[in-house]
């Protein structure tokens, strides 16, 4: 079975500085790899994905994420993080089998100014 | 270029009443499913549609049933609403080509049972 673990539950940092969040999966096979925001009250949105080639993929709002197979790791990096920028983030594999998705329990991201 | 709606977006339920929750999309998209989100648990598959017609169980199926009429809709009910189904619902859709693309969600139902 899948599996999606987030070891942070919350992280803070200041506006500007660098963020880096990690991601741990559990899955047999090639993994679909998927990175999604939560804003307070509102649905989840795809940040990026990633299912072959270069591991490293860029994503909405100047996110990227690097795909790690040794370390079954898939962590979302944003070099200079925006107050905006706060909020839940949710990890997730996907599988082919209706591309049915495990998420993680999310990480919540504070934004200090 | 709605996505995927949702209705109601908020609803209070007493115990042992019974409602249903609209899922709509205009993706075309032959996927849906449904979701329940609880603090500090990330998000649970309740059921999934892969077409017009068709549904399966997910993780956590019991107390509630589906139906897929129609493409664009996914509908999830309860018929017996219990306090430990109160939670934020979301309904998502994906376009299945040759790999997984990911979901489309939509801004959710925050469904209390009283």
């Known amino acids: 079975a899948q599996s999606v673990t987030q070891p942070d539950i919350h992280i803070t940092v200041s506006e500007g500085a660098s963020l880096e969040l990690r991601c741990n999966y559990s899955y047999g096979a090639t993994p679909y790899l998927f990175w999604y925001v939560q804003s307070p009250g509102q649905g989840l949105q795809l940040l990026l994905k990633?299912?072959?080639?270069?591991?490293l993929v860029q994503g909405i709002k100047g996110f990227e994420a690097e795909f790690k197979r040794s370390q079954s790791s898939f962590n979302l990096r944003k070099p200079s993080v925006h107050w905006s920028d706060a909020a839940e983030y949710f990890c997730?594999?996907?599988?082919?089998?209706?591309?049915?998705?495990?998420f993680g329990d999310g990480t919540t991201l504070t934004v200090k100014p | 270029n709605a996505g995927v709606t949702q209705t109601p977006k908020f609803r209070v339920l007493k115990t042992g009443q019974s409602m249903t929750l609209l899922c709509a999309q205009d993706?075309?998209?032959?996927?849906m499913y449904w979701y329940r989100q609880d603090p500090g648990m990330g998000l649970r598959l309740i059921h999934y549609?892969?077409?017009?017609?068709?549904?399966a169980k997910g993780e956590v199926p019991d107390g509630y049933n589906v139906s897929r009429l129609k493409k664009q809709n996914f509908l999830l009910g309860l018929e017996s609403a219990a306090p430990s189904q109160t939670s934020v619902y979301f309904c998502?859709?994906?376009?299945?080509?040759?790999?997984?693309?990911?979901?489309?969600f939509g801004s959710g139902t925050r469904l209390t049972v009283v």
């Open positions: 990633y299912f072959s080639g270069d591991t």
């Open positions: 993706m075309n998209h032959e996927y």
């Open positions: 549609s892969v077409g017009e017609g068709t549904t």
């Open positions: 997730a594999v996907g599988a082919g089998d209706a591309g049915k998705s495990t």
């Open positions: 998502a859709s994906s376009y299945l080509g040759q790999a997984n693309y990911g979901y489309t």
